[in-house]
Every structure is written in structure tokens, then in C-alpha cells.
């Protein structure tokens, strides 16, 4: 089986500095890896080079179909949640919206607006985005953020059967990731 991710020697210059060189990685199906490091070491320019959103400085990046969690909502704030998932799952092919909703706890909030969730609802709602994607590579940028215990257990277990379905993660976060062993990749100044 190929490789979902694979950077080569892969630079990135930001905001007017060098953020790292260099960097070598791969992620395969099944596995996880989780990028660590101190604010501002481009461990979100990582994953938005990943995705293919932001071109690197140098180097080569070869990625199969992903699905990116940042810190954007990006769903349609005056639509019910069920609506917005639905405009993202249709671009992706899925048909996987009721499960995300019940997989995040958000089933109740299917007809509710967008902008009518809590902060927690919405980090939720992101992720929920991503697990209707059907992408085989997720990309999650400080998925934990703002969520309560009870969350945090069903981001592990979303994260648990996607790669044990064979997907692969890339995860950037402070915090410690649940969701099986995971390789780490630290970066520093």
C-alpha cells in the first residue's frame, strides 16, 4: 500500500522567516503522526502545505485525498448544521453526515444554524466535517481546543476507527493526542 502523505525535504517560509527545511515525513495507512513544537514553528503552515493550500519554499509533497481541520469553521453559518455538512460531504462524494453528527454528539443539532453553536459545538462541527469527508487523510490542526472531557473521548474514537480503517492521520496539537500510538515529529527553532 502507497504512502497518503509523503514530504520530501520540504521548506517553508512565513511572515518573513525561515520556519524549517528540510523536513522529511510520510504517513501510510493506518498511522498516525503527531507534530509538536512551540507556537509559531510552522506546525500549522505543515499541515496547509499538506493540503495543498500553501505552496513550500522547496521540496516535494505528494498527497492523496485529505481533509483539512483548522481553525476555520468553513461551513455556512446561516444554514442547520445537517445542511452545512451535507454542501461539503456532496463536493466529497460521502454520504457519511448522519454518522459524523452522531460519532461528535451533534445529532440533536442537525437543524440548528451554524451560528447558533457554542464555541465547543463548532470545534466539534469542524471535526464532524472532516469524518463526513470519507477522505482516507486527515489533517487536524489543534483538534482538542476548547472541547470537554466527554468530547475529547469521541475524538479519540473517531480517530481510533479511521485509522484502524486503514486512514492515516496528520495532527498538529500541544496537546496529547488519544487515538493510538502515534509517531512524533518535533519542531523547533
Known amino acids: 500500500m502507497s504512502d497518503l502523505l509523503t514530504m520530501v525535504d520540504v521548506a517553508c517560509w512565513r511572515g518573513g522567516r525561515l520556519l524549517f527545511e528540510g523536513l ?3 504517513v501510510a495507512p493506518g498511522e ?3 507534530v509538536r513544537g512551540p507556537n509559531g514553528m510552522g ?3 505543515l499541515l496547509r502545505i499538506a493540503a495543498g493550500l500553501l505552496q513550500p519554499l522547496g521540496g516535494t509533497v505528494s498527497c492523496s485525498a485529505c481533509a483539512l481541520a483548522d481553525e476555520a469553521l468553513a461551513l455556512d453559518r446561516e444554514l442547520p448544521l445537517r445542511r452545512a455538512l451535507g454542501l461539503w460531504a456532496a463536493l466529497d462524494g460521502s454520504r457519511h453526515v448522519p454518522a ?3 460519532a461528535l454528539g451533534l445529532a440533536a443539532l442537525a437543524e440548528v444554524p451554524v451560528r447558533l453553536l457554542s ?3 463548532a470545534r466539534r462541527a469542524r471535526l464532524a466535517r472532516v469524518l463526513a469527508s470519507g477522505s ?3 489533517l487536524l490542526d489543534e483538534p482538542l481546543n476548547g472541547l470537554d472531557e466527554a468530547s475529547v473521548a469521541a475524538v479519540a474514537a473517531m480517530i481510533s476507527a479511521h485509522r484502524a480503517a486503514g486512514g492515516g492521520v496528520l495532527v498538529a496539537s500541544h496537546l496529547e493526542v488519544p487515538g493510538g500510538a502515534w509517531r512524533t515529529l518535533e519542531l523547533a527553532a
Do not use: V
Open 24 to 26: 522529511s515525513l510520510r
Open 32 to 34: 498516525g503522526l503527531w
Open 43 to 45: 506546525k500549522s503552515s
Open 100 to 102: 459524523a453528527l452522531g
Open 119 to 121: 464555541t465547543g459545538q
Open 136 to 138: 482516507p487523510l486527515w
